[in-house]
């Protein structure tokens, strides 16, 4: 299946989820090939697509996204728009996505990516160091309860779900003190201001991808891939895929609290990655360096020394 340059007869479509922040990253999306290609913003066509994840990730609130179905549950419904012919790329955050697409589809074409970092989100305390004994922390991710229980284990976690609106709702009906978002997306909601500031990832390291925009689409669209060249960026997916090789070999997945770092410092890949228990018991952190090309085999051999030090079980709940 190839794809004729859109037209306002022939729109280029935009698979989607309908959240803000999906939208707005959709809409970053187009305005680039826009710019890219010299298209009308008529040519190219937003379609919100409602996701299994959209509607049971909220409504069946206690239950652990595992027994819902993982992290497909927000991606399946797109996939398979873009696999019919319903749509002709699709816009995800990275961070969401699991390291191998159904069979069909490629997810190679990375916008530069954003603030890496998660932002600290409080009135009641200026940063994690000001938080006072006893403080609640509203998060829902793994990796941020489990590296804040590691921190400071005087605080308490809980759950706190739903997209950036709702969590900040619900921060200021006072259920948590301080919750954690990603930079990212409040930039690119235009709301950084809600947020203390960013946390130095020394502090806490962030999630594999955070930040990054990538557009998926069908093997062998040939017209498609040709429309999406321009915008790749060269230096996220050289990160990325150092990021995603850590994750990969982890099998890491949501139930697990992982984070991973690359940065090109000197011309090399260098990469940081991270471990813990889920309670925040124990937390492993390596670092390694690698010539930019080899994110591959940087990100395995990083998990495989987590792993090693680790142990069989390591992420296991201790009850
Ligand atoms: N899991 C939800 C999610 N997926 C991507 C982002 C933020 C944007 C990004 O990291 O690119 C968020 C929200 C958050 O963590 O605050």
Known sequence: MST???????????????????????????QRLMEAHDLPEAAIEIVV???TGDDRFLIEADK????????????????????????????????DMPVAQPEGLLLD???????????????????IADLAPGMVVGSSSLRRRAQMLHRRPDLKVVEFRGNVQTRLRKLGDGVADCTFLAMAGLNRLGMARVAQGPVDPEDMLPAVAQGAIGIERREG??????????????????????????LAELDGS????????????????????????????????????????DGAV??????????ERGGPGFFDWRS
Request: proline share 6%; net charge negative; aromatic share 4%.
């Open 254 to 293: 949501c139930e697990t609290p992982i984070a991973g770092l690359a940065v090109i410092e000197g011309g090399t890949l260098w990469l940081r990655g991270e471990i813990l228990r889920p309670d925040g018991s124990e937390a492993l952190a390596e670092e390694a360096r690698a010539p930019l090309e």
């Open 221 to 246: 669209d040939t017209g498609v891939a040709a429309l999406l060249e321009p915008l790749h960026d060269r230096d996220t997916g050289l990160r990325l895929a150092a990021e995603r090789a850590f």
């Open 49 to 51: 697509i409602k996701t």
């Open 298 to 307: 940087l990100g395995a051999e990083l998990a495989r020394r987590l792993l």
């Open 4 to 30: 004729k340059t859109p037209t306002p007869e022939h729109t280029l479509k935009i698979g989607t989820r309908g959240s803000p922040l999906a939208l707005a990253q959709a809409h970053e999306t187009r």
């Open 64 to 95: 652990p996204l595992k027994d819902l179905g993982g992290k497909g549950l927000f991606t399946r419904e797109i996939e398979a728009a873009l696999l019919e012919g319903g749509i002709d790329i699709a816009v995800h955050s990275m961070k």
């Open 109 to 127: 074409c990375y916008l530069p990516r954003e603030d890496v970092r998660d932002a600290f989100v409080s009135d009641k305390a200026t940063g």
